[in-house]
């Protein structure tokens, strides 16, 4: 309940106002006058001061001028009654002084807790804003921080690619192109964490349910972790059950759970720490729990770490840092697996340990297995198509358009849709390959266009696109793409995607523009 701290000189009227504060269930301190009201601001920041304009010391117009005017009391709520008579200059006075509202006496009781509580829910409200605007602020700190961190090395090795900069005889250029990936693999997955943020915020993520066996999705995410932790020299010991725990799940999403455990495990245990795993059931549920000998967490910060974007002072100065989406991630997901997790820290060095429980399918056999997926698929190298690229970045259908032309296929491009429709009908081509963010006739309309006109009725369409979303996807489907894929989409799927186009009869060669 909050604090009200009630000021007047005068026993009897305070006593009256304290206990109708009490009965509504505030609690209440008090002073007799403005020097002792000034102070017990700022030591017990009350929410509200219930201030008699007179008082024996300082007037209650300069008490509340000297609250409103600090900025560590600023916020704290001024309601002003006066004993006199109501003038309305008085009450300007006390308003003009930064109060926020002016009762005279005699206040009955209900219309004096009926102000409070208004005044207090409009405060509150004002709160929640100021607090999402700090938090808004403090995240876009650490997103301009976290994106800057990949962009420097692929900057850097850009420039080592630099004709001018080569030295005969080294692997620089090597060096810098898996420098340069690994980087963009990291900004790809920052993206994707603020996509899934904001699917969080909007509770909807979306699984595609599957029978499970847990011990195999929890032996491949640890697999994934190994160069990490190899990387940090952390020993790891595994403990998992013989049992099969199959459950209901995304393995996409159960296994994005453990590898956002695993990754903070990693990530806040110094070099050559020990990281336990361990995987058993317990009566109706799978238990995995990932305990680290690292920096643990501070009492104050544990109930907190999964809130969205909350990340601990330490970690969010670390060149790793990330933008505090995992653990939400993690919680959000285990939810809608209806399971639970739990951290647990015994202080600063003390290491951490997440345990998830997963319920365990019951009878729920009937359910397809997940698809299996081939670890290393073979490469696709296609005969020739004729490929028109649409996409108003220039950079973006330029670089494709030079990939694509090293694999064999003839290739044109446009930067708009109005020349593509001209220039498709002539080239003809056997798939287009359009941006949807395209300025005046978008994406899809341009599809649609292609599909009316008979020289690229049969034109195979696809997506290249920064939209990702489900309704992107099913749009672009009904505007009669084939494909869509969402950049940076990996070019081996591009290639693979165009591998599936029929070579369409009387298309082998090239028609020249
Ligand atoms: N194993 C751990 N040991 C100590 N602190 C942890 C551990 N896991 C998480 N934390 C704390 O909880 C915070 C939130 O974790 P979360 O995984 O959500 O974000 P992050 O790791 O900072 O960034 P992201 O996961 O989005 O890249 C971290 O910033 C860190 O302070
Ligand atoms: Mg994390």
Redesign the pocket.
């Known amino acids: 309940m909050p604090l009200i701290l009630n000021v007047d000189d005068n026993e009897g009227a305070r006593y009256a106002k304290s206990r109708i504060l009490r009965e509504a269930g505030f609690n209440v301190m008090e002073s007799r006058n403005g020097r002792g009201a000034l102070e017990a601001v700022r030591a017990h920041a009350p929410a509200l001061v219930l201030l008699n304009v007179k008082l024996p010391d300082i007037s209650g117009i300069d008490v509340c001028r000297q609250i409103k005017s600090d900025p560590q009391t600023a916020t704290t709520l001024v309601l002003q009654v006066s004993a006199q008579a109501l003038r309305s200059s008085d009450k300007i006075c006390a308003l003009e002084s930064g109060a926020d509202s002016y009762l005279s006496e005699p206040v009955e009781a209900e219309e004096l807790i009926a102000n409070i509580r208004a005044l207090l829910r409009l405060h509150f409200a004002e709160k929640a804003l100021r607090d999402a605007a700090h938090r808004q602020d403090c995240f876009l700190a650490t997103l301009a921080h976290e994106l800057r961190n990949p962009l420097a090395p692929i900057r850097n090795a850009i420039e080592l690619l630099d004709p001018a900069r080569a030295v005969p005889g080294s692997d620089q250029d090597a060096h810098a192109l898996r420098m340069a990936s690994r980087q963009m693999d990291h900004l790809g997955r920052l993206v994707d ?1 603020l996509l899934d943020a904001a699917r969080i915020a909007r509770g909807n993520i979306e699984l595609q349910k599957s029978l499970l066996d847990l011990g195999a999705v929890t032996e491949a995410a640890l697999e994934a972790a190994r160069p990490a932790l190899q990387a940090k020299q952390q020993r790891s010991t595994v403990r998992m059950t013989p049992a099969p725990c199959l459950i209901v799940g995304d393995g996409v999403r159960v296994s994005q759970i453990i590898s ?1 455990l695993l ?3 990693v ?3 110094a070099v050559g720490g020990h990281i336990a795993l361990s995987l058993e059931t317990q009566s109706r549920h799978a238990v995995l729990r990932i305990a ?1 000998s ?4 501070e009492p104050d ?1 544990l109930p907190h ?1 999964f809130e969205l974007f ?3 002072r ?3 100065e670390r060149a790793d ?8 991630l993690v919680k959000e997901l285990a939810q809608l697996h209806g399971g639970s997790v739990v951290a647990r ?1 015994d202080g600063p060095g003390q290491g ?1 340990e ?1 345990t998830v429980r997963f319920p365990l399918a019951i009878g729920a056999q009937a359910l397809p297995q997940a698809p299996r997926r081939d670890a290393e698929e073979g490469r696709t190298r296609s005969a020739p198509r004729r490929i028109l690229i649409t996409d108003d970045n220039v950079d973006c259908a330029t670089s494709l358009l030079m990939l694509l032309e090293i694999e064999g296929h003839d290739v044109r491009m446009t930067h708009d849709a109005l020349s593509a429709i001209d220039l498709a009908a002539s080239f003809r081509p056997d798939v287009a390959i359009l941006d949807i963010g395209l300025p005046g006739m978008d994406g899809r309309e341009l599809a649609r266009a292609l599909r009316r006109h008979p020289s690229t009725e049969n034109t195979d369409l696809i997506a290249v696109t920064g939209y990702g979303l489900a309704e992107d996807r099913s749009a672009t489907s009904a505007a009669g793409f084939r494909r869509h894929f969402v950049k940076p989409a990996p070019f081996e799927d591009i290639l693979e995607a165009i591998s599936q186009v029929p070579v369409a009869a009387g298309h082998a060669t090239s028609v020249p523009l």
């Open positions: 964490d956002n990754s903070n495990a990530k806040y245990t680290d690292g920096i643990g967490i910060e770490v909350v990340q601990s330490k970690a969010a840092g990330g933008l505090g989406v995992g653990l939400a820290s951490a997440f």
